[in-house]
């Protein structure tokens, strides 16, 4: 087996999305535009209401998936095509817009802490244009692997010691793990040779190949067959991987295509009604 080390360490920046909500960014900025077939990163975390109050109203999306992973909080998710759902923390939804869908995740709380990711996942050129579809994984639906070194696992996406996670049919063939390390705790997990990988640290700091990734921080891993963890004071991240498509990337704003032509067509469309 060859280790996966550390390619890269970035810290994410603050900024604000939707109607004023403060988050960190890590992929899609000017460090780092897109890791394909990863094309944003945000982790939004806040005990300040006035930090995600407003909300993320009314937005279209074309041409890849939106991933919403909750950790403390609730967030009514509702769309144009009358679909509506409560993401609740633990709870998951990926979202796969294809030829498009106008959509609002709104905050269901006045107070108290909201906090979680939202990854947006491209969408191989020939199924940019597919039916709109969502996964939505209630928190108790979402497998908990405990290892006996305090080590805890949540599977999102993937498998760990044979428990499946429950998202399926995704192109990208991902593996989406929330981990947990106790003081002094250790991991090891397989990635397929080839598949684009990263991990995020949003509480305390994790130890890969001598590196050490703090709160706050994506850690890019190069080729290999595995990766391996430690934290010697306690750590939670996300592990991430997914097959890269290899594909030209156009995008503007909530749109992500092949070509600017594509583009310019999904504005026509959206402005026309046609989503």
């Not at 108290?112 to 209630?138: H, T």
Request: glycine share 12%; aromatic share 8%; net charge negative.
């Amino acid at each position: 087996m060859a280790e996966r080390s550390v390619t890269r360490v970035l810290h994410s920046q603050i900024t604000s999305d939707g109607a004023g909500v403060t988050l960190r960014r890590s992929i899609g900025t000017q460090m780092l535009s897109e890791l394909d077939p990863f094309l944003l990163l945000d982790n939004f975390g806040t005990d300040n209401p006035d930090d995600y109050i407003a909300g993320f109203p009314d937005h279209p999306h074309r041409g890849f998936e939106t991933v919403t992973y909750m950790i403390k909080g609730l967030m009514r998710h509702r769309d144009n095509t009358g679909a509506e759902g409560l993401l609740r923390p633990g709870g998951v939804q990926w979202m796969t817009a294809g030829r498009g869908i106008i959509h609002s995740e709104m905050p269901e709380q006045t107070e108290g802490e909201m906090s979680g990711f939202q990854l947006w996942v491209n969408l191989p050129a020939s199924r940019k244009m597919c039916d709109p579809r969502y996964q939505d994984i209630d928190p108790e639906n979402v497998p908990v692997v405990r290892l006996d070194n305090s080590t805890e696992i949540r599977v999102i996406a993937g498998s760990v010691d044979g428990i499946e996670g429950p998202i399926n049919g995704i192109d990208i063939e991902p593996l989406y793990l929330d981990i947990s390390l106790a003081a002094g705790g250790k991991y090891q997990h397989s990635i397929p040779t080839g598949h684009t990988a990263f991990i995020y640290v949003f509480d305390g700091s994790i130890e890969i190949d001598g590196k050490s990734i703090d709160s706050d921080s994506l850690a890019v891993l190069g080729d290999g067959d595995e990766v391996s963890m430690q934290s010697a004071k306690g750590g939670r991240l996300i592990l991430v991987a997914g097959r890269p498509f290899g594909e030209p990337i156009a995008r503007y704003g909530p749109f992500v295509m092949n070509t600017q032509d594509e583009i310019r067509q999904a504005i026509e469309d959206f402005r026309s009604g046609k989503f």
